[in-house]
């Protein structure tokens, strides 16, 4: 469904992403975690066509991003971290606007229906300025789901928001996930856990583990380490391999 | 993807654009009151200059006010000597009356010496015919004084005491009149083809939110991952941009229309501002895209309006004052568009070249990941990338020509700031052969620098760099040239001349730069050894070129 095959990028002179090579298979939820700066949101901009690889591909569904852009990137919901909008517009016509943009048919009923699966119906004659963060993180989900695409693409979905939207949220993600594709990156280990099938983590631009939770934290058990938490393993892989504290 | 599908897509992007410049009371505000105050301003001007007879205070340029002379007596020494000492003066003498000059505004009006004005024997009456613009009203005052100064003159003498009088004769008092209301040629020639070009640069705020704003905003990602091409995204806001412009434009020429002064071409005006607007919101969306802040935005725009503002006054003033008039300028083809007779095309063309080239570079800079972040690509990252990339000899070759007007515009400044400080401080036979030096000193180094920094960012071959050094100075040389051939074709230079100058200079800077980039990939002793060489070239054929300009 997705794969990076060994997509490396640059800016100038600095290698953000260096040699990143996985599949994601269909239907699967996959997490990219890691510190600050390690790649994490270029990896998502890359898959988007937002940016383009300096070398390797980027494949989703046997479409290479760079080349089939328009075709890909219509396949693809896309959350950005921040959840910026039109601020003068209402979250109905923001919602009318990208239907416009993707050919949504009977776009009006549709975007109806994103709006009451956010929660947002009744604010949707309402500026997005008045917005608080959540709301706007939910009509950013809403924007992403409007087409109906395969693939579900989350940059840090619940960073910033109060623990109850986050879990609102989180619920959220998860029930459009059932049906799709999903890749996501967080800081939140305990959502990565929650929500994704497998785990990748990125260190200064490398892949540097992939596997499902368990597997990651079996992989630190080989090590020494008794009844790893994936913090645990994220400090392991991120931190260059510190001591087991629990051992 | 189908046309009708991109246009749609365009669309739906430049009304989302126009909804959101609408739909901020700021801009609507600031529309009312600027329209509002035309419209008071407007009758107020019309009727004060309705009767064409302004005046402003005369420059003390020589030659600044062109005047026909017709002698028919033979017998006006004194009066003709006392208009030749004025320096605002410039004296054109015509065997029959110059009607037609007058008319197409080569002379401000002509002195008429009849063949019965005897200075030696009483003298008599001089006519002088005066036309239509400001010029006009300052010979007249010219004139004045000089036949006061003449009686004064005379009558210290004894015997001869002439009586000198002047008949004034405005060719047209006023250029068009409407049922009650008469328009000055200042009026329809000059204030209201400014009035005009006002909408053009009420727009800087919509433009940076349009493009800063939205970079700054974050707001362009989402934009960005929709199957919107960066193509589309840039036209559609540039569409929504222009044409909320082009509504002021429209509005404001309507109306001057309803006021009931006569434009005598109105579809030619719009047309012309449309172009202008055009130009203006690409170039203008390019700097706001390229900004890393509102405020740098603001800045850039307005470092941009104010040359362009300055530009149409230029134009407009030269265009009244002097006839110079090309029709290729905006305001100078307005201005013809308002009075009547224009080829507005020549105009438009350029105008929408210009904008056409600013929305390509606005979408390639919006390909660029950095905007992303809301920074942007250094010049020396975009000099390295094109140094790294592509072909050896290729990327020396553009490296070379893309430096060349740095290398220019520098080494120009430098050799001015030297010449104006060594001219000061030394006797000029100290001053001028070091100033020869000294100038072939700085442009032989800064046409070198690119290629050092080929040599520093890449592994050349002798070949590539030695391109890189020829495309350097050949740039450098061109601009030169452009310049020479601008200059000759002001001021009515010889363009054979030009040719053979610029080829000579040509050569030298060919062959002084590719001994001086020989200089700096060899090591060693030979690198200032060559590179003096290269300067001492360069100094030896500035001294011949020196010497032949003083002979000739």
Known sequence: MIVFERVTKRFGGVTVLQELDFRVAEGEVFGLLGENGAGKTTALRLLCGVLKPTSGRVLVRGLE????TREVRRMIGYLPEEPSMYERMSARELLHFFAGLYDVEEAEERAERMLELVGLAERADSKISTFSKGMRQRLSIARALLHEPPVLVLDEPTSGLDPLSARQLRRLIAEMSASRTVMLCTHHLQEAEELCHRIGILHGGRLVAVGTPEELKAGLEEHGWSSPTLEDVFVWYTGGGVANPGG | MCGTRVVVLLIRVAERELREL?????????????TLLLLALLPAFSSLLSEGGATVPVPALRGFIPVGVVDMSGDAE???SQLSSREELSLRFYSAVPEEELRRGKIAGYLLVPPAYRESSGGGSVVLVLGNSLKAGMLQKAVEDSVTALRSELRGRAGAYPQIEVVRKFRREVVVQVEDRRYSSFFLGYLIPLVLFFPLFMTGGA????????????????????????????????????????MQCTIWLGLVMLMDIPVAEPGSVLLVLLAA?????????????????????????MLLYIPAFIGVLYTLTAGFFTGFSPSVLPAAAVAQAVSGGTEAWKAVLPQLGIAALSLVTCRWVLGREEVLSGSRPSAVQLLREV?????????GVKLGLLLAPFSFTTAMLLELLAAF?????LPRTVALPLLVLLSALAEEMLKLLPVALFLRWRRASAGS??????SSAAGFSAIETALAIAGAALLGGSFSTVAAGRFLTLSMHLLATSVAALGLMRGGCLRPALISAAVLLHSAFNIMLLGAVLWV
């Not at chain 1, 991003?65 to 089939?68: D, I, L, M």
């Not at chain 2, 800063?212 to 929504?240: C, H």
């Not at chain 2, 760099?465 to 020829?470: D, N, S």
């Open chain 2, 465 to 470: 760099v030695l391109a890189c050094a020829l």
């Open chain 1, 65 to 68: 991003v760079s080349t089939r």
């Open chain 2, 78 to 80: 004194l009066l003709l």
């Open chain 2, 421 to 425: 400080t060594m001219l000061h401080l």
């Open chain 2, 207 to 246: 433009v940076v939110d349009a493009t800063t704003g939205e970079k700054l905003r974050r707001t362009l990602e989402p934009l960005l991952a929709s199957p919107l091409s960066r193509g589309e995204i840039v036209a559609g806001k540039f569409l929504a941009l222009w044409g909320f412009t082009g």
């Open chain 2, 277 to 301: 607007a055009a130009s203006l919101t690409a170039s203008g969306m390019l700097l706001g895209m390229l900004a890393k802040s509102v405020k740098e935005a603001n800045l850039a725009l």
């Open chain 2, 22 to 34: 609408l739909g901020c009371r700021r801009y609507l505000l600031a529309f009312a009151v600027q």
């Open chain 2, 387 to 395: 140094a790294l990339g592509g072909a050896e000899a290729g990327a």
